[in-house]
C-alpha cells in the first residue's frame, strides 16, 4: 500500500476464532500543532491542539476564524511553518485581538474543542455572518442523499477506521470540500480554513455534513462561517441544540438513508 499521510503502519496481533495471528495494520496519526500568532511584534502562543497532520495552514486559519481572533483572510499578514508540529502565523498591524485572548489556557486532546477556554464567559463567540439570514430551503431526498456520498469521501477512515469527517455540500448536494481529522472539531476547523484561504466564506448557502455527532463546538464554529444547515450521522447534545436554535440554524441528527430528526429550523427542510 502506498504511504498516506496521516497513517502509519503498525504490527498488531489479530484474535480470531482462539488464534493470535501478527498482520500489519494502519492507525491514524495523532500529534500536537502548536499554533502561535505574531501581532505587532509581539510572539504570543495561542493553542497547541493533537490532530492528525496535514492540512495545517487549513486547521490554523480555521482555527483563528472560528476563535474570532481573525475576522478575514486580509488579516493574515504570512504563515511561517517553524516545524512539522509549529505553525506562527503572522497578523497584520490592523487585526484586532479579542479581550482575554493571551488568557487562554492552550492545549486542547482532539476530543475537545473548547478546553483551551479560560473562563466561561469565553465560550461563547460572536460571528460576523449570520446563519439566521440564509433563507434557503432544501428537499428531504437531497438531505438523506448525502449520507450516501460519506463513504466515499472518507479516505483516512477507510484505511484507519479512526477519524472525523466533515464535508461541505451546495444545496443540490454537490461535494465542494471534505476534511478529516482524528479530532472532530479540527476538522470542522480545517474546512473553514479552506474555505476562509480560498475567499469563500460566509458559507450561507451551504449544509454541512458531520460524519458522527453534532457538539456543542461544532455548531458553534459552523455558525462562525454562516453555515445555516448542520446534518449529523449521530446525536446532537442538549447545548448543541440549544446553540443552533438560539442563531437560527437547521438542525438534523442521526442521518439514514430513509431519514432523520429535525431537531431545529424545519423552515429550511422541504419534503
Not at 437547521?250 to 438513508?257: A, D
Request: one cysteine or more.
Amino acid at each position: 500500500m502506498e504511504k498516506t499521510k496521516g497513517v502509519k503502519e503498525v504490527f498488531i496481533l489479530k484474535m480470531n476464532q482462539g488464534e493470535l495471528k501478527s498482520i500489519q495494520d494502519h492507525v491514524i496519526i495523532e500529534q500536537p500543532l502548536e499554533i502561535r500568532i505574531r501581532h505587532r511584534g509581539r510572539p504570543s502562543q495561542i493553542a497547541i491542539t493533537m490532530r492528525t497532520p496535514g492540512f495545517d495552514l487549513d486547521l490554523a486559519s480555521g482555527f483563528l476564524f472560528t476563535e474570532g481572533i481573525v475576522t478575514d483572510i486580509s488579516d493574515v499578514l504570512e504563515y511561517q511553518v517553524i516545524d512539522d508540529n509549529v505553525i506562527e502565523v503572522l497578523l497584520k498591524d490592523r487585526a484586532n485581538l479579542p479581550d482575554g485572548l493571551l488568557h487562554r489556557n492552550t492545549f486542547m486532546s482532539s476530543s475537545c474543542g473548547i478546553c483551551g477556554k479560560a473562563s466561561l464567559d469565553m465560550i461563547k463567540t460572536n460571528t460576523q455572518y449570520l446563519p439566521w439570514a440564509s433563507k434557503f430551503t432544501v428537499s428531504q431526498s437531497t438531505i438523506v442523499s448525502l449520507r450516501d456520498q460519506l463513504d466515499e469521501m472518507q479516505n483516512l477512515f477507510s484505511i484507519t477506521g479512526g477519524n472525523h469527517a466533515v464535508a461541505l455540500f451546495d444545496l443540490e448536494a454537490n461535494l465542494l470540500h471534505v476534511a478529516e481529522d482524528v479530532g472532530r472539531h479540527n476538522a470542522m476547523d480545517k474546512l473553514v480554513g479552506n474555505r476562509l484561504q480560498s475567499g469563500n466564506l460566509p458559507l450561507n448557502k451551504t449544509i454541512c455534513l458531520l460524519s458522527g455527532r453534532a457538539s456543542f463546538e461544532l455548531i458553534q464554529k459552523a455558525m462562525m462561517a454562516g453555515i445555516g444547515c448542520i446534518v449529523a450521522v449521530g446525536a446532537p447534545s442538549s447545548l448543541a441544540i440549544e446553540l443552533a436554535e438560539e442563531c437560527g440554524m437547521t438542525l438534523i441528527g442521526f442521518l439514514k438513508s430513509e431519514g432523520g430528526n429535525v431537531y431545529c429550523g424545519k423552515e429550511r427542510v422541504k419534503i
